[in-house]
């Protein structure tokens, strides 16, 4: 069952600028996704499908790689809120996640089976992307939990792997290594840390189906010259 109890709890709204959000009302057509890029203490990118009115996400510690050959760990994490598919900005230091938010990648989903809840509880989860950058046909394959490992956490290793198809790139695992701005507001994650303000707004369309390519407000109208160097280091040290 979806739920942002673990998400909340892992979160102070007073301080972060993260969404709330809430569990939307399943839409079965024209599913989201969305990829963050996020310097957080190890540069990480955050993937997470719409499922169960919720963002399913995994956090994939590499650049996901479009060379079917080449497997990427996704390491599983909470739900999170739909209303986070538009965030970007800063995570105050100190703070669960803290660092820098970039997004990466959106688009729309669709399973390749016809149970997608019943295939995630399999562990094998067979998708196609409409993305910018990841598009055609993708797995998420489940890992067996190492035995005496399973009882001290709760997550799970998956593997996020790109399927043969016209999309895929074989025998160029790191294609999407130079691919660096965000695909909302085209910033790097250094014009995003160095932004006068957290550049973080709330869609106020939660559960739409539309995927919102929408800028922040105000995205570029901050000036670059005033950087708070505290979170300018961070960013350059975690990037
Ligand atoms: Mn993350």
């Known amino acids: 069952m979806a739920g942002l109890e673990i998400y909340r709890a892992k979160r102070n709204f007073k301080v972060t600028a993260e ?20 310097a957080a203490t190890r540069l990480h990118f955050d993937f997470r499908l ?14 996901p790689s479009l060379d079917p050959a080449t497997k990427r760990l996704a390491v599983e994490v909470e739900d999170h809120p739909v209303e986070y598919g538009t965030f970007e ?11 820098t938010v970039q997004l990466w990648d ?30 055609g046909k993708w797995a998420l394959i489940r890992l067996r939990d190492q035995p005496g490992k399973s009882g001290r ?6 593997l996020l792997i790109k399927e043969k198809d016209d999309e895929a790139r074989p025998g ?4 999407l290594l130079a691919e660096d701005t965000s695909i909302s507001t085209g910033r790097t994650l250094e014009e995003i840390a160095g932004a006068k303000k957290p550049r973080v707004w709330q869609s106020n369309r939660g559960g739409g189906d539309e995927v919102s390519t929408a800028r922040a407000p105000g995205a570029r109208a ?16 975690t990037a």
Do not use: C, M
């Open 50 to 63: 719409e499922l169960g009115g919720v963002y399913k996400s995994w956090a994939v510690t590499k650049v």
């Open 172 to 175: 160029d695992p790191e294609s």
């Open 89 to 99: 900005g800063i995570i105050p230091k100190g703070q669960y996640g803290g660092g």
């Open 222 to 237: 901050g000036s670059k010259k005033k950087k708070p160097t505290k979170l300018k280091k961070t960013a350059k040290k």
């Open 106 to 135: 959106h688009g729309a989903w669709e399973p390749q089976g016809d149970d997608p809840e019943g295939d995630l509880k399999k562990g094998q989860l067979k998708i196609v992307l409409y993305g910018e950058r990841l598009r």
């Open 19 to 38: 969404p709330r959000g809430r569990v939307h009302r399943e839409k079965t057509k024209a599913r989201r996704f969305v990829i963050h890029r996020h």
């Open 153 to 158: 956490s709760t997550r799970h290793n998956w």
